[in-house]
């Protein structure tokens, strides 16, 4: 029963923290523009995604644009898209497996410890697509730290955190919680049967040859 709880736990964090990362990924505040030394009073702020540009205005209207080509991007942000769609469609995967090993579904068959081991390589997928989405998010968020204190950097084009990476940290987290918690619910089983086996003696002769 114990077992059973932590699968459907890791599941539903699992489930929960593929939602975040698909909302992070399609989301385009990843950056947006820094408030620093002459920028702080301005009408119009500035968000950049894995997909889009935004530009938010003060009246409230935001106009975004798609980028035109992936050539034009740089290495750190191309990166980072690749590994989101990786994580993606590995957390995905590693849903579908897992439910198909867990003790609350019929999927599998009926032997207990081949579905264990399902599940258990149903987390395993998850906690290799929550490493690639944390890999992204550290690669991501490392280039806005050096952009952002770098004194080469022009002040008009310094960025901060968004929300949107937030999201997806919160969502990379969320699944790789959920992948240990499945990799670790593997019961272990003996390989022998239910009974002891006990070694036969011969039968003791009170009586002596000669």
Sequence with gaps: MANKGLQLLGFVLAVVGLIGLLAGTIMPQWKMSAYVGDNIITAVAMYQGLWMSCAFQSTGQMQCKIYDSMLQLDG???ATRALM????ILTVM???VASMGMKCTNCGGDD???KS???MTGGIILLVGGLCAIVACSWFSSQIIQDFYNPFTPVNTKYEFGSAIFIAWAGNFLVFMGGAMLAASCSKTKSG???PQTKSRPPS????YV
Excluded at 85 to 88: E, L, M, R
Excluded at 205 to 208: A, C, F, G, H, K
Aim: proline share 0%.
């Design 205 to 208: 002769s009170s009586r002596e």
């Design 193 to 195: 049967g239910k009974y």
């Design 94 to 96: 590693g849903l579908g």
């Design 85 to 88: 769609v990786v994580s993606i």
């Design 112 to 114: 207990k410890r081949k």
């Design 76 to 78: 750190a942000l191309q």
């Design 117 to 119: 081991r399902i599940a």
